[in-house]
């Protein structure tokens, strides 16, 4: 096979028609002994690098929801997430870069106190409106989005997550600019909509392996499905979650660690660095046949780090 370059891959110039700054992101190839015992190669698409704040797989799930507000007469996003969203960190900034109005729904209450998400997405604009759990539960409801209505004025609304079928389609944009020939395209799992739109992306002749950073996350296969019907060629990995969202181990901490020491690309714990593990792992238990190669997404979020 020939060496992993730069030349070796098709060069797709998003930022001919993007809205969103881009950067043409490298292909890392990941030199590990427990690779090479395996006879697998191992190749990790730095999109994290794409862009400083809106970065890895929220740039392109934000593209078409982003085109949509832009030609939407309100020119708001209304949005929902947790405290410490990636999705909201990277909607706000999407927001600010192009003078667009951006309000985000906050699951919980208020603290004094902002944390670092929080305070960026607010100094990039983002109107911040906090609602207690038990309400941020009713937010797919007409009743719950009409109040919204009434209090902010028009908007498109963005699920919490970032997950629809613009999102699916930006993903998906993605896939396709990749080369196809890899055996395995590798990617973390939080809502579903990244692996949904890498699914309907990417060269259907090979395997697409999501990892969950949830547990329990079953009912998430049913919408990948939606997304994707009739495809059959990908899996959900649900044995690498590490306690479930947010939730972490020092085991984890370690390999997270000991991957930058070795290989110099910083992952972390919420997201990318259970997908690595999850690589390494099923690569000890001879999940890959010799000879496969992976492509690997790192999915970034590593903003304030
Ligand atoms: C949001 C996020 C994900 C999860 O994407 P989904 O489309 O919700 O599955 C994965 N990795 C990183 C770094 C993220 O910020």
Redesign the pocket.
Known sequence: MQPFGEDFFLIFDVNLYCVLAYQSTPLVEINDPAFAAAGIRVVLKRE?LNHPHV????WW?LKYNIEKVLQHPSRTLLTFGGAY???L??TAAACHELGLRSIGVVRGEEHPLLNDTLQFVKDQGMQLHYVSRESYRHKTEADFIDALENEFGAFVLVPE???NEE?VQG?SEFAASLDQSFDYLC???????????LIRGYNSTKTIL?FS?LKGAYGMVEEIRHWNPGKTNWQLITDYHFGGYAKSTPDLLQFIAQFKARHAVPL?P???GK?MSGIFDLTKQGFFKRGSTLLAI?????QGK
């Open positions: 994290d970065s890895g797989n929220k799930k969203s990636n999705h960190y990277a997550g970032g997950s999102a993903a990617c973390p799992v939080g809502t579903g909509g990244t692996l949904a739109g999501g950073v972390e919420i997201y990318t997908m790192h999915t970034g979020g590593l």
